[in-house]
């Protein structure tokens, strides 16, 4: 089974704090994605990668930057952090153009 | 643009009734379909998925779906719904570059 798993489930930090919430994945999958979902919103893409290395802005990259310096890690870093970026983080990871596998989210509460 | 619409924001249903989940698409080739759950507090779980070939798909835990291009839909069935359904269902179109777009969820409720 793929298992895809994110550093924390449950988070909470302060405003102005530099926050990294981490996704690994065990399946050797080219693409990784961070999502983050609000009651009304849906899901909504952060950012993406294909490669190590690669990244490519989603819907709403505004205050978020990512890095993927491994194939099986991408992380998600808010530079400083603010209330509206209280959300769940979903990380997912895909086979090259097939279907995503998700991680069980981080909800991230920003004070 | 690429769309995904589901008519349904929540849907009732009583245990042990069928169940019909909508979905509509805009995509302008062939396109990838999938349908997720997810339940409270956790990621998404992948159900089923529809590439190409046979039009009605089976899934995991009983769920099923039908890809009609003339309707532009892929609905989600479930002939007799458990408790355990309860959850809400995303309906998402992938393309070629592998990012998926998806529906605003539908919850679906379970009365005993």
């Known amino acids: 089974d793929v298992k895809v798993t994110q550093s924390s489930r449950y988070l909470v930090k302060r405003t102005g704090e530099k926050v990294f919430l981490e996704c690994v994945q065990d399946?050797?999958?080219?693409?990784m994605f961070w999502y983050r979902q609000d009651p009304g919103l849906g899901l909504r893409l952060i950012y993406f990668?294909?490669?190590?290395?690669?990244?490519e802005k989603g819907d709403i990259p505004e205050g978020y930057s990512v890095s993927r310096e491994k194939k099986e890690r991408f992380s998600l870093i808010l530079e400083s952090a603010s209330t509206n970026q209280t959300s769940m983080y979903l990380c997912?990871?895909?086979?090259?153009?097939?279907?995503?596998?998700f991680g069980p989210g981080t909800r991230l509460t920003v004070t | 643009a690429q769309s995904v619409t589901q008519p349904d924001i929540h849907i009732t249903v009583s245990e042990g009734a069928s169940l019909e989940l909508r979905c509509n698409y805009s995509?302008?080739?062939?396109?990838?379909l999938f349908w997720y759950v997810q339940s409270p507090g956790q990621g998404l779980q992948l159900l089923l998925k529809?590439?190409?070939?046979?039009?009605l798909v089976q899934g995991i835990k009983g769920f099923e779906a039908e890809f009609k291009r003339s309707q532009s839909s892929f609905n989600l069935r479930k002939p007799s719904v458990h408790w355990s359904d309860a959850a809400e269902y995303f309906c998402?179109?992938?393309?070629?570059?592998?990012?998926?777009?998806f529906g605003q969820g539908t919850t679906l409720q379970v009365k005993p």
């Open positions: 997912a990871s895909s086979p090259a153009g097939l279907e995503q596998y």
């Open positions: 399946m050797d999958h080219e693409n």
């Open positions: 990668s294909y490669d190590v290395k690669m990244k």
């Open positions: 995509y302008g080739a062939t396109p990838y």
């Open positions: 529809y590439f190409s070939g046979d039009t």
């Open positions: 998402a179109v992938g393309s070629n570059t592998g990012k998926l777009i």
